[in-house]
């Protein structure tokens, strides 16, 4: 009698593949929008010019004898304050130990611990920024044309308004364009971008060619991605960690020093060396010799801080 199947082979894990629904690193937007700036307290305050002090004109006619019109500016302070988010897995030496391969229990912690801070980040400048009433403005879907009507909308107008109220009330350029993923497959396919590119150019429509089109500098689209049920509870909850429907216009320079406007800014406490680094986000590993474990952590301390309302303009739900 031979061997049956089952005695000649027995299962075992492959060691060269596995499935892992990770998150790519560039789906994470928040630290793209905004100027990261770099902290050494956790709380601090910051001068603020009066909005129209470098846009008057004082200037008078000066007879003789006479003396130069006056002139002035006024100075108010703001603050920011970053709040320390943590995470971390603690690991027992045994489970190390036991793990077939090619499992890592410790490069596996640092990869959830990871994507559990970048997606917290994320919702921060989600509940900060991409949200009504608090900007300048907020263009309401339910009061205009939203952006998936092919035949009554025109996103390109929409955004050139916006861009002409955030000049006046800052004296800046939008030059960023954040576009919930519903606005940017309707925005794919609406006319008016696509017959001009049809017309001029054989790419597809990507966030590039968009760009070019609305007259911005870079459009981000939030891929991002959070499942809000507890972990092993039956189901998902997955949704995007910002609004599909929304979209957001704004100025945001590369970096912020003196007399450098931006409508926000991420504020990243970096001034001791057990705190994240200028990314905003630390990772640690330690021994734990007590329990026989190690201990697998990360934190990010930020604060998505609008510093001037009048250079974002919000599209609230311009998609349907």
């Given at each position: 009698?031979?061997?049956?199947?089952?005695?000649?082979?027995?299962?075992?894990?492959?060691?060269?593949?596995?499935?892992?629904?990770?998150?790519?690193?560039?789906?994470?937007?928040?630290?793209?929008?905004?100027?990261?700036?770099?902290?050494?307290?956790?709380?601090?305050?910051?001068?603020?010019?009066?909005?129209?002090?470098?846009?008057?004109?004082?200037?008078?006619?000066?007879?003789?004898?006479?003396?130069?019109?006056?002139?002035?500016?006024?100075?108010?302070?703001?603050?920011?304050?970053?709040?320390?988010?943590?995470?971390?897995?603690?690991?027992?030496?045994?489970?190390?130990?036991?793990?077939?391969?090619?499992?890592?229990?410790?490069?596996?912690?640092?990869?959830?611990?990871?994507?559990?801070?970048?997606?917290?980040?994320?919702?921060?400048?989600?509940?900060?920024?991409?949200?009504?009433?608090?900007?300048?403005?907020?263009?309401?879907?339910?009061?205009?044309?939203?952006?998936?009507?092919?035949?009554?909308?025109?996103p390109i107008r929409a955004?050139?308004?916006?861009?002409?109220?955030?000049?006046?009330?800052?004296?800046?350029?939008?030059?960023?364009?954040?576009?919930?993923?519903?606005?940017?497959?309707?925005?794919?396919?609406?006319?008016?971008?696509?017959?001009?590119?049809?017309?001029?150019?054989?790419?597809?429509?990507?966030?590039?060619?968009?760009?070019?089109?609305?007259?911005?500098?870079?459009?981000?689209?939030?891929?991002?991605?959070?499942?809000?049920?507890?972990?092993?509870?039956s189901g998902t909850s997955?949704?995007?960690?910002?609004?599909?429907?929304?979209?957001?216009?704004?100025?945001?320079?590369?970096?912020?020093?003196?007399?450098?406007?931006?409508?926000?800014?991420?504020?990243?406490?970096?001034?001791?060396?057990?705190?994240p680094r200028p990314s905003?986000?630390?990772?640690?590993?330690?021994?734990?010799?007590?329990?026989?474990?190690?201990?697998?952590?990360?934190?990010?301390?930020?604060?998505?801080?609008?510093?001037?309302?009048?250079?974002?303009?919000?599209?609230?739900?311009?998609?349907?």
């Amino acid at each position: 009698m031979n061997p049956t199947r089952t005695q000649i082979h027995i299962d075992r894990p492959l060691t060269d593949m596995s499935i892992a629904y990770t998150q790519n690193a560039a789906d994470f937007i928040a630290s793209r929008v905004l100027p990261t700036r770099a902290v050494t307290k956790q709380s601090d305050r910051y001068f603020v010019y009066s909005a129209n002090a470098f846009m008057r004109d004082d200037a008078k006619l000066r007879g003789p004898g006479d003396e130069s019109a006056k002139t002035g500016f006024s100075l108010s302070t703001d603050t920011y304050f970053c709040d320390k988010y943590s995470l971390g897995e603690m690991i027992a030496y045994d489970d190390i130990a036991n793990a077939d391969e090619p499992l890592n229990l410790e490069n596996d912690a640092v990869d959830v611990i990871t994507h559990g801070l970048l997606i917290r980040r994320e919702r921060l400048f989600a509940a900060a920024c991409f949200a009504s009433s608090v900007w300048g403005l907020t263009v309401d879907g339910a009061a205009t044309a939203r952006w998936d009507d092919y035949m009554s909308s025109d996103p390109i107008r929409a955004v050139d308004n916006a861009k002409k109220i955030i000049r006046l009330n800052g004296a800046r350029d939008a030059n960023k364009l954040v576009l919930g993923m519903d606005v940017f497959l309707a925005l794919k396919e609406h006319p008016d971008i696509v017959d001009r590119v049809k017309y001029t150019s054989a790419e597809s429509i990507a966030e590039n060619v968009i760009a070019r089109y609305l007259g911005v500098d870079e459009v981000l689209v939030a891929k991002a991605l959070v499942d809000t049920a507890s972990e092993g509870a039956s189901g998902t909850s997955v949704d995007f960690a910002l609004s599909s429907k929304s979209a957001l216009l704004l100025h945001a320079p590369a970096s912020v020093g003196a007399k450098t406007p931006s409508a926000a800014v991420h504020f990243a406490w970096t001034g001791a060396p057990h705190l994240p680094r200028p990314s905003g986000l630390a990772l640690r590993k330690f021994d734990v010799e007590a329990k026989q474990a190690l201990v697998v952590e990360g934190d990010i301390t930020c604060d998505f801080k609008i510093t001037g309302s009048g250079l974002g303009v919000f599209f609230a739900n311009i998609v349907g």
